[in-house]
Structures are given as structure tokens and as C-alpha cells.
């Protein structure tokens, strides 16, 4: 089972990125994924997350500019960011808490850059 991230990058400031995050391997079932950030200098922290039954929450910070959502089929959750601003600039993480056939337990992806420039 692995967490694969792709959509980072580099944009201008009030632009906009999506991050995707596709969840691969003997996947029995996924009760919850989010994104993480870290910025330099600082602690990770939780910008979003989605349960199974489709409940969302927002860091107060990016709350009206991110949107997290999901594609059960696609065992994808995708982060869409809009309004940019430097402060965003972190590597982002996507985590999952997934069944497989040996149990449940928690997944990260390898991370992906954003940089956002003022």
C-alpha cells in the first residue's frame, strides 16, 4: 500500500495548484485521508482532511481558499488550492489511515513542494 502525490509546484501568488493523492496496493478500505504541510522552520500541520462518510475540516488559515474532496473509485483525494500566498509555500503530505489485508494503519506519501512567490 502506498500514497502517491503528484501537483505541486510553482506559483505566483493569488494563483491557484491542485494536489492529487492516489492510494494504491491491497486496499481493503480507507476510513479517513488528509494533507499535511511543513514549512521550513516550522511544525507539520493539518490543512485538510475527509473521513469515509465525506466530513470535512480546514486549518482556520486556509478555511474559503482550500477544498479538499475525494474519488472513492479512483481511491484519490485531491486538494484544491486557490487564493495562494506565500505563507502556503511548504511541502505538502498527503496521509491516509487504510485496511489492507495485514490491518489497519497509517500511510504518507513522499510529499510534494509548493512554493508560492509574492
Known amino acids: 500500500v502506498q500514497l502517491v502525490e503528484s501537483g505541486g509546484g510553482l506559483v505566483q501568488a493569488g494563483g491557484s495548484l491542485r494536489l492529487s493523492c492516489a492510494a494504491s496496493?491491497?486496499?481493503?478500505?480507507?476510513?479517513?485521508m488528509g494533507w499535511y504541510r511543513r514549512a521550513p522552520g516550522k511544525q507539520r500541520e493539518l490543512v485538510a482532511g475527509?473521513?469515509?462518510?465525506?466530513?470535512?475540516n480546514y486549518a482556520d488559515s486556509v478555511k474559503g481558499r482550500f477544498t479538499i474532496s475525494r474519488d472513492v473509485a479512483e481511491k484519490t483525494v485531491y486538494l484544491q488550492m486557490n487564493s495562494l500566498k506565500p505563507e502556503d509555500t511548504a511541502v505538502y503530505y498527503c496521509?491516509?489511515?487504510?485496511?489492507?489485508?495485514?490491518?489497519?494503519?497509517?500511510?504518507w506519501g513522499q510529499g510534494t513542494q509548493v512554493t508560492v512567490s509574492s
Open positions: 496521509n491516509g489511515f487504510l485496511s489492507s489485508w495485514t490491518g489497519r494503519r497509517e500511510y
Open positions: 496496493g491491497s486496499i481493503v478500505g480507507i476510513d479517513s
Open positions: 475527509i473521513t469515509s462518510g465525506g466530513s470535512t
